[in-house]
């Protein structure tokens, strides 16, 4: 059973084109992070979001809190070859369980 | 800082062979986690410590497996006997502190068990 479920799995976009992941559960998480993890090394962390309905910005990267702390989305504006890697969101339960999601797969085509 | 180091990077064994996998954490960090990531099942947390003391070993997948951490510095993952279902590749992860929060992952010890 996966707390946590990504969509998509799987992304294949032209740089310069937008895109949206989404990261969902029917369990409320105290805190959430994404992460991004490029071939033969460790996910590296993106960004921490802790309040329902906070949205944060990394450059291109815009995160976002559902506001019942269920899900959450990750937005990428004008996607660069350097975005591709495997996306991974991971939230702390209430029941302070840690789970990360399925991951999505992107791939920037030049 | 280093960052956090594993060894070996590549490990291929043969089915009932012992396997030891080592983790050395970012100085002055106090929480460290073992994962185990596949295709299949994705990103597990199998076992951290805090302060060098197991906290919760509940995904450990069987008896096969066990974990140590002597000291702050050092950690390391067993499996005995090894099979090829084990084949995946494990991370270890420490933080300080911040506890799930602020992880930072080790690159990975890629097994292989034929």
């Known amino acids: 059973t996966q707390l946590l479920e990504q969509s998509p799995q799987f992304l294949s976009i032209?740089?310069?084109e937008n895109l949206t992941v989404y990261c969902n559960s029917s369990?409320?998480?105290s805190s959430l992070q994404w992460y991004r993890q490029e071939p033969g090394e460790g996910p590296v962390l993106l960004v921490t979001v802790v309040t329902g309905g906070e949205v944060k910005k990394l450059k291109r990267l815009t995160?976002?809190?559902g506001d019942a702390r269920k899900d959450s989305s990750l937005h990428i504006t004008a996607a660069q070859t350097g975005d591709t890697g495997l996306y991974l969101c991971a939230g702390a339960s209430t029941g302070n369980q840690f789970y990360f999601g399925t991951g999505t797969s992107l791939t920037v085509i030049p | 800082?280093?960052?956090v180091i594993q060894s070996p990077r590549h490990e291929v064994t043969e089915m009932g062979q012992e396997v030891t996998l080592r983790c050395k954490p970012i100085s002055g960090h106090d929480y460290l986690f073992w994962y185990r990531q596949?295709?299949?099942r994705g990103l597990e947390l199998l076992i951290y410590f805090n302060n060098n003391v197991p906290i919760d070993d509940s995904g450990m997948p069987e008896d096969r497996f066990s974990a140590k951490m002597p000291n702050a510095?050092?950690?390391t993952l067993k499996i005995q006997p090894s099979e090829p279902r084990d084949s995946?590749?494990?991370f270890c992860a420490s933080s300080f502190?911040?506890?799930w929060e602020t992880q930072y992952f080790g690159p990975g010890t890629r097994l292989l068990v034929l």
């Open chain 2, 97 to 99: 502190a911040g506890g």
């Open chain 1, 14 to 16: 032209q740089e310069g």
């Open chain 2, 1 to 3: 800082d280093a960052g």
């Open chain 1, 27 to 29: 369990s409320v998480f």
């Open chain 1, 63 to 65: 995160f976002q809190f």
């Open chain 2, 38 to 40: 596949t295709m299949m």
């Open chain 2, 73 to 75: 510095s050092f950690s």
């Open chain 2, 88 to 90: 995946a590749v494990y």
